[in-house]
C-alpha cells in the first residue's frame, strides 16, 4: 500500500491517498459503505464478504481504481477513478478524450469538521488532474443527492442534464482543468476575506 497523492489544505492540513488493499481495508470500508448516510453508495446491504468482492473486482479492473483516503494520517475516505468510456457511462453521454470519472465517499464522523467534505472533493479532484492526460472529470450522482451536487458546483463542476442508468437516475456533471482552478481561486479569495472579516477590529471598516 503506497502513497499515491498527497495534498495540504490551508486550514485541515494534510490529505492523501493510498492504493487500497481489498482485504486488509475490507472492515473499515464496510462500516463506511454500509453507514445510513451512504445510502447513495448502493451497497447498504453488503456484508463484508460482498465488500472484498467489490473491491477485489475494482482491483482487477483496467479501467477502474480504488483508492483509501488518508486525513492528517487516518483513513478518512474512498475514492474511485474510472473511464467513462468503458465504466459507467458507455454510450450514456458525449465522451471526449481525456474524461475521467470519478466516486468519492467520506467516512461518517461522529463529530463533522467544518469544511471537511469539500477539502476532501478538492483533494480528489487535484488528485485527478495532477496527471496531464485528464482534461475533464466527469461525475454522474444521483439525482436526489443534492448534497453532492453542491458540493460539485461548488469545484466547479457544470450539469449537463439527467441520464437513466440501470441502478439510479443520476445527474450527469462535468468540470474542465480551467473550471477547477478558477473555482479553486474563487474559494481562496473568499476565504481571504472571510478571515479578514474575522479579524478586523470593531468599527473598522469593510
Given at each position: ?144 443527492n443534492t448534497a ?33 482552478e478558477a473555482a ?11 478571515s479578514a472579516a ?9
Amino acid at each position: 500500500m503506497s502513497v499515491v497523492f498527497t495534498r495540504v489544505d490551508d486550514r485541515l492540513g494534510a490529505f492523501a491517498l493510498r492504493t487500497l488493499d481489498p482485504e486488509a481495508d475490507a472492515p473499515l470500508l464496510h462500516g463506511w459503505v454500509t453507514h445510513p448516510k451512504a445510502a447513495f453508495w448502493l451497497m447498504q446491504d453488503a456484508d463484508e464478504a460482498q465488500v472484498i468482492e467489490e473491491y477485489r473486482r475494482i482491483a482487477a479492473h483496467p479501467h477502474h481504481d480504488a483508492y483509501l483516503g488518508l486525513w492528517r494520517g487516518s483513513p478518512a475516505f474512498l475514492a474511485e477513478r474510472y473511464d467513462p468510456a468503458n465504466v459507467e457511462l458507455v454510450g450514456l453521454y458525449d465522451h471526449q478524450p481525456g474524461d475521467v470519472g470519478m466516486h468519492f465517499l467520506c467516512a461518517p464522523a461522529g463529530n463533522p469538521v467544518h469544511g471537511f467534505t469539500r477539502a476532501v472533493i478538492r483533494t480528489v479532484m487535484a488528485w485527478l488532474f495532477a496527471d496531464p492526460a485528464t482534461r475533464r472529470v466527469v461525475v454522474e450522482p444521483d439525482v436526489r443527492n443534492t448534497a453532492v451536487h453542491a458540493l460539485n458546483a461548488a469545484v466547479g463542476f457544470e450539469v449537463v442534464g439527467p441520464i437513466a442508468k440501470p441502478e439510479k437516475d443520476a445527474l450527469l456533471s462535468v468540470c474542465t482543468r480551467a473550471q477547477f482552478e478558477a473555482a479553486a481561486e474563487h474559494a481562496g479569495h473568499t476565504a481571504a476575506a472571510e478571515s479578514a472579516a474575522a479579524t478586523r477590529p470593531e468599527g473598522a471598516p469593510a
